[in-house]
């Protein structure tokens, strides 16, 4: 139990543990809620809502550096631009169950034209570019719940002074599936997930590859041409 990111590499590499239950400072109900997943009454289904770093991030990084991105000083900050090697990753979280995944190989358009997206002047939030559809299925011996992860990785922006992130989660859905159950998740991908966003506070649309990630899973890639061009 910890309010923040806790070196537990200790735990996880260590022959004695079989495993490792996380929690944030719970409240009344929290003795509870733990000792009921220990002991089979509950079946876990939580992701971690942070990167935990190794112990020796606070020796490589100043306390007044509170830079996100990567610097030769800084390994940078969060799952959007850490370079090291984590100890758990965002998003990172086991079951009493197990899960898998596939998608449709729908007929989907990967290449966009900037000047034709900003032509028709979009509505960056509501505009679909692609609807994944993500098939999830419970693949273990008990009932559960499964939290989905959809991801984009950035094309490298012109703007030199920034380092584009290295991942940026774009939708997340939880489901619950009994044994050999099988139910569908869409994520929808908006312009608003493909904007690079300046110093400035300005929105731009960057040319290059857009890599989308389901999971652990590169599944498609969009393509946008043309210059960059100022969205907002």
Do not use: C
């Amino acid at each position: 139990m910890s309010g923040s990111s806790l070196d537990l590499a200790y735990i996880r590499d260590s022959s004695q543990y079989d495993s490792l239950i996380w929690m944030g400072y719970a409240g009344q109900a929290g003795g509870l809620a733990i000792a009921n997943v220990m002991f089979g009454q509950y079946n876990p289904g939580g992701r971690l809502p942070i990167t935990i770093y190794p112990a020796s991030y606070v020796d490589a990084v100043s306390m007044f550096d509170m830079q996100m991105r990567p610097s030769p000083m800084n390994p940078g900050r969060t799952y959007k631009f850490y370079t090291g090697q984590a100890v758990f990753e965002f998003g990172y979280g086991l079951s009493y169950t197990t899960f898998s995944y596939s998608w449709y190989n729908d007929s989907m358009n990967s290449i966009f034209s900037i000047k034709s997206l900003m032509k028709n002047n979009y509505d960056e939030k509501k505009v679909s570019l692609h609807l994944y559809r993500v098939n999830v299925t419970n693949t273990g011996e008990v009932a559960g719940d499964d939290v989905v992860l959809a991801f984009i990785t950035p094309p490298k922006t012109s703007f030199t002074d920034q380092t584009p992130p290295i991942k940026k989660l774009f939708g997340f859905e939880r489901v619950r599936l009994n044994v050999n159950e099988t139910t569908q998740v869409f994520f929808p991908l908006n312009i608003d997930s493909l904007l690079t966003v300046a110093l400035d506070g300005s929105k731009w649309l960057e040319p290059g590859s857009y890599k989308i990630i389901i999971g652990k899973q590169h599944i498609h890639t969009v393509q946008l041409q043309g210059q960059p061009t100022r969205w907002s």
